[in-house]
């Protein structure tokens, strides 16, 4: 059975979940009068009208100046509603049944026993030094780090994403049911309706956000700048810029960061930058003569905790929004640019802020287990490539996400014949896909390609990789295999040329790159090559002494539903 959400066992209470919030909470911020009941439906009812109006801004304002208390019984309702409009309804639906369908199973060890608490790891993706509970108490830091493996376990391309924790644990003090927690954090990560950023989830997008922090206090803040490049030396400076999302997770309090919440849950991640920059602003006007602080690493976090008595949420998210010209298409491409950067320089060797051991993860992590998915007859029989043997294990490796959808049959060289524009004509409107080799040596190998081959036009006349570290590749026949990404789980960002994934062009499709070619076909789908590549660490997929191969069958699956 689905795990159900806890109930509230005060009547007062609504949206938070008693069972798992500390007293402290319960008795600083869980008391709403009649007054703040009436005033959640009202501003429910309002803010639906709202986001109904082809006018963005109009709701942006309305979620701007409410400047709403932490016991407003709307909260919980209000981030559920804007979480759900980054994603289709089907999106959304298909995160609360994967969650609920998935959990009885994924938390079991090889035995059938339920995991303990204390056996679950804390994903490799979530910083500790942002592991910030808030108000959690034990059970509520537990459905965390399920929540939080769950993610992991559904997208497993994710190698650093230090909001995750913090935002997660937010949302169990407003939001009851797990799974909605969940879905939320799932279209945050994925926002495939709405064209906005709100979390990254690699340590170069980590370190390029830092590095546009930096660049944006320098032009927006100038006396500030010249006062750290006074006072801190590089280093020290840089490490500052690193730390600049603890400034709001980490330090400010409990009530003033929720306030930041709801409007970074309406427009993204340039709120989160716009209250960064009002936090140094107002810090330095504070101190008065900032060219003779000491200790800024110590002295900027203490004026972060102890903001609520010195100035208020209202106050701070005036300053944040008073910068202008400061839109998230600009801090995306600020993010963007720096992310090229790294990758191309040969000294990119990024290192985590915060190291942890990949044997005791692996160790806590290998009894988990993955339900098996029911694939229909009628649709393993429409592949001439697999069995229905290498199809369930073949299953197994997709990401748990793509589990649950259909598979469905989108090109067969034996129908649409081996051209690759033709290959692209069927495949190109599917994201992601599957690709199936059999050769005329009755090798079977392949890959998982996590983005849209649509793609191959964004590098203009020029070849360009594109994809994400959830591709990998795969052999059925002679030998069962997976080949992954070699950044997944490692506590360093790998170079430029070892996350080299999918790309191609009118006549030329490849899979896996650095050192050489995973797959690759040029002009048709009657032969191609493989060979070792860096971003994969594998050895070539066929037995042939050059890795050359002839194809009797290509195929391609799409997912539905």
């Known amino acids: 059975m689905p795990e159900s959400p806890d109930t509230p066992t005060n009547g007062s209470i609504v949206g938070a979940s008693v069972t798992s919030v500390q007293k402290e909470y319960q008795q600083k911020f869980l008391q709403p009068g009649k007054d703040i009941l009436a005033a959640g439906d009202a501003d429910r009812q309002q803010l639906e009208r709202l986001l109904q109006q082809h006018d963005p801004n109009v709701a942006k304002k309305f979620i701007r100046r409410s400047d709403w208390a932490p016991n407003h019984a709307f909260r919980g309702q209000l981030w559920i509603k804007l979480c759900k409009r980054l994603v289709s309804e089907n999106d959304w639906n298909q995160s609360i049944s994967l969650y609920r369908n998935t959990l009885p199973d994924i938390y ?9 608490s204390r056996s679950i790891p804390t994903p490799m993706f979530v910083d500790e030094t942002m592991a910030k509970s808030y108000y959690l108490n034990e059970n509520g830091r537990f459905r965390c780090r399920k929540i939080l493996t769950m993610i992991e376990t559904s997208q497993p391309q994710i190698t650093y994403a230090p909001l995750i924790f913090p935002v997660a644990a937010l949302f169990l003090h407003f939001i009851p049911d797990d799974a909605e927690v969940f879905a939320c954090l799932d279209a945050l990560l994925r926002p495939r309706k709405v064209p906005k950023k709100f979390m990254t989830d690699t340590v170069h997008a980590w370190k390029s956000s830092s590095h546009a922090m930096a660049e944006l206090v320098r032009r927006r803040l100038k006396a500030v700048y010249n006062s750290l490049l006074h006072s801190l030396e590089g280093q020290k400076r840089e490490e500052l810029f690193d730390s600049w999302l603890k400034w709001i997770f980490i330090d400010l309090p409990f009530e003033i960061v929720i306030r930041v919440m709801d ?34 690493a110590q002295t900027l976090p203490r004026y972060c905790q102890d903001f609520h008595n010195h100035s208020s949420a209202s106050e701070l998210l005036k300053v944040g929004f008073g910068f202008t010209r400061l839109s998230q298409e600009q ?53 001439r490539i697999l069995s229905e043997d290498q199809f369930y294990t073949l299953w197994q490796w997709l990401p748990l996400r793509h589990r649950i959808a259909e598979p469905k049959l989108i090109f067969t060289s034996e129908e649409h014949g081996t051209s690759l524009l033709t290959f692209f004509q069927q495949t190109s409107s599917y994201e992601p896909t599957l690709l199936l080799i059999k ?3 009755d090798e079977v190998f392949g890959a998982f390609c996590s983005h849209s081959w649509e793609n191959r036009f964004n590098g203009g006349k020029n070849l360009s990789y594109f994809g994400t570290g959830e591709t990998f590749l795969f052999t059925l026949h002679p030998r069962k295999e997976t080949y992954r990404w070699i950044g997944l789980g490692k506590t360093e960002a790998p170079t430029a040329g070892s996350s080299l994934f999918q790309t191609a062009d009118s006549s030329t499709l490849i899979v896996g790159g650095g050192g050489g070619f995973a797959i690759r076909f040029d002009s048709s789908l009657s032969s191609g090559r493989s060979e070792p590549c860096t971003t994969f660490a594998n050895p070539s997929l ?17 997912f539905v539903g």
């Open 108 to 116: 079991k060890t090889s035995d059938g026993q339920t995991e303990s």
């Open 542 to 558: 066929v037995g042939s002494a050059g890795g050359d191969f002839d194809c009797t069958v290509v195929e391609s699956f799409g």
């Open 331 to 383: 801090l995306v491409r600020m993010i963007q640019g720096y992310e090229q950067d790294l990758r191309k320089s040969s000294d990119n060797l990024l290192t985590l802020p915060a190291d942890r051991s990949r044997e005791k993860y692996d160790e806590a992590r290998r009894s988990i287990s993955v339900p098996l998915t029911t694939i229909p007859a009628e649709i393993v029989g429409t592949s």
């Open 263 to 296: 409007c970074y849950l309406y427009e993204g991640i340039k709120v989160l930058f716009r209250t960064g920059l009002a936090l140094l602003k107002m810090f330095y006007k504070s101190v008065g003569s900032p060219y003779s602080m000491p200790n800024l």
């Open 439 to 441: 050769t005329h040596k």
